[in-house]
């Protein structure tokens, strides 16, 4: 069973920086692509980013692009959500997601973590 455990949310302010990650444990890392999602207050959950199995294809949400950075270290079993320019609307929770096609990872993945907590404050 894949399991997938975020970490490297916190409180920060507007302008910093902050760098996500998540392992990915029970099955072949390599094997998948992987996305990252928010879910801000009363809002619904919204792509931000995906990375293919190879990382030759990026793919970003509007509202992050130029600002967030997605990758990933199979070695590690590891994908990485660079954050820059933080804005107080990125606040959210920030999920990491995993799943064998490209195109399903950016909409509905197969597997989900449990979630870690961005605030930005102004």
């Known amino acids: 069973q894949v399991q997938l455990v975020e970490s490297g949310g916190g409180l920060v302010q507007a302008g910093d920086s902050l760098r996500l990650s998540c392992v990915m444990s029970?099955?072949?890392?390599?094997?998948?692509?992987m996305g990252w999602f928010r879910q801000g207050p009363e809002k619904e959950r919204e792509f931000v980013a995906a990375?293919?199995?190879?990382?030759?294809?990026?793919y970003y949400g509007d509202p992050v692009k130029g600002r967030f950075t997605i990758s990933r270290d199979n070695a590690k079993n590891t994908v990485y959500l660079q954050m820059n320019s933080l804005k107080p609307e990125d606040t959210a929770v920030y999920y990491c997601?995993?799943?064998?096609?490209?195109?399903?990872?950016?909409?509905?993945?197969?597997?989900w973590g449990q979630g870690t907590q961005v605030t930005v404050s102004s």
């Open positions: 990375i293919s199995w190879s990382g030759g294809s990026i």
């Open positions: 029970g099955h072949t890392f390599s094997a998948y692509s």
């Open positions: 997601a995993a799943d064998t096609s490209f195109t399903r990872v950016t909409s509905r993945s197969t597997y």
